[in-house]
């Protein structure tokens, strides 16, 4: 088993709760920090610029992804401007289209020639790694976050996908593949083995890091003994007297 801090991806981690982050910063695994709308809300932040200025001034040193939520595809451009002047370590999240399907390409080739760090989200299709790949400014670095475990869940694989990703996007060296929504840790190996250059991941599973390379007969009379003790815990009983007796 390759050791994580030998993989050439970079783990990301994704959540928006502030306690969490800050520990996470000093796991020397942990490269960059991503969050959005739904995560936010799900922690309870309800102030949005507020809680990232927290965020970047308590992490100024890793990279960070703060996401637009206009709907109106020159809204979602001025908001992408107000969220790069925050901080020179913010990516700033826009997605692939509004809720209506409208392409923001037209948004993502003005901000990245203005030398704005986008995190182009909610990438699905070739097609559309094709189309931001195009619109990316050259000298601007970008990333493309292709969310590989929604793919799985559809029952496609999604390393040839990511892999074919990995390819278009050689046009622009400085834009980066990332492997969003991944459903387990395995899947950090399969960024690596895909060309993704980042891997985000649920702070969850992040705390399963120090597993890899663990014991497998160790693991298993773990699990053994944790169903054992459970079962004894809840004072779980099974009358076999009357087997005992045939």
Do not use: C
Request: net charge negative; hydrophobic share 45%.
């Amino acid at each position: 088993m390759r050791k994580v801090e030998d993989l050439k991806v970079k783990i990301f981690a994704d959540g928006a709760d502030i306690d969490a982050m800050l520990k996470l910063a000093e796991n020397p695994l942990v490269k960059g920090f991503t969050t959005n709308p739904t995560l936010m809300r799900k922690a309870g932040v309800e102030d949005y610029a507020g809680f990232a200025h927290k965020v970047i001034a308590a992490i100024p040193n890793h990279p960070l992804s703060f996401e637009v939520f206009a709907d109106d595809i020159v809204e979602m451009e001025a908001q992408a401007l107000e969220i790069a002047s925050w901080g020179k370590n913010v990516n700033v999240k826009i997605p692939v289209t509004n809720t209506k399907g409208e392409s923001t390409v037209p948004a993502i080739r003005a901000i990245s020639a203005k030398g704005v760090q986008a995190n182009v989200t909610a990438v699905f299709t070739l097609d559309q790694v094709r189309e931001i790949t195009d619109a990316l400014d050259a000298d601007t670095p970008a990333i493309i976050s292709v969310f590989a475990g929604r793919i799985a869940d559809t029952g496609i694989d999604p390393v040839p996908v990511m892999a074919e990703a990995a390819k278009i996007m050689k046009s622009k060296p400085k834009a980066e593949l990332l492997w969003a929504s991944p459903r387990e840790l395995l899947n950090i190996y399969h960024a690596e083995d895909s060309g993704s250059h980042i891997i985000t991941v649920a702070h969850d599973i992040l705390g399963k890091l120090g597993l890899i390379g663990k014991d497998l007969d160790e693991y298993s009379l773990e699990t053994v003994d944790m169903f054992y003790k459970d079962a004894t815990a809840v004072g779980y009983t099974i009358n076999t007297s009357s087997k005992a007796a045939e």
